[in-house]
């Protein structure tokens, strides 16, 4: 069973930036067998939502509007490892924010049911 564990979140004042870590519990290179990798998140209150996605090689990248310009999500295959890196960081950013993997597809994507693989969080604070 793969497991997901996300890492490098906090609380940073607005402007500021912040790194997530997502390590996959696999022989190295074996993330590549994941296929998709994914962030989302999710505000108290509202609903989960995407936010970033990267391709097997790493070539692809997809952002929702909300984050574009502002996130770049990343993997090193090699360290089984896929990376959020937040600037210019906004109070509206403030989230526990998951990392999700796909065997499902081989593309990015931003459908939450295409994901099979789900970590446990890491909350993301951005004060005022």
């Known amino acids: 069973q793969v497991q997901l564990v996300e890492s490098g979140g906090g609380l940073v004042q607005a402007g500021g930036s912040l790194r997530l870590s997502c390590a996959a519990s696999?022989?190295?290179?074996?993330?590549?067998?994941?296929?998709?990798m994914g962030w989302f998140r999710q505000a108290p209150g509202k609903e989960r939502e995407f936010v970033a996605t990267?391709?097997?090689?790493?070539?692809?990248?997809y952002y929702a509007d909300s984050v574009k310009g502002r996130f770049t999500i990343s993997r090193d295959n090699a360290e089984n490892t896929v990376y959020l890196q937040m600037n210019s960081l906004k109070p509206e950013d403030t989230a526990a924010y998951y990392c999700?993997?796909?065997?499902?597809?081989?593309?990015?994507?931003?459908?939450?049911?295409?994901?099979?693989?789900w970590g446990q969080g890491t909350q993301v604070t951005v004060s005022s």
């Open positions: 990267i391709s097997r090689s790493g070539g692809s990248t």
């Open positions: 696999l022989p190295p290179f074996s993330i590549y067998y994941i296929y998709t």
């Open positions: 999700a993997g796909s065997r499902s597809v081989d593309r990015p994507t931003d459908r939450q049911y295409e994901y099979n693989y």
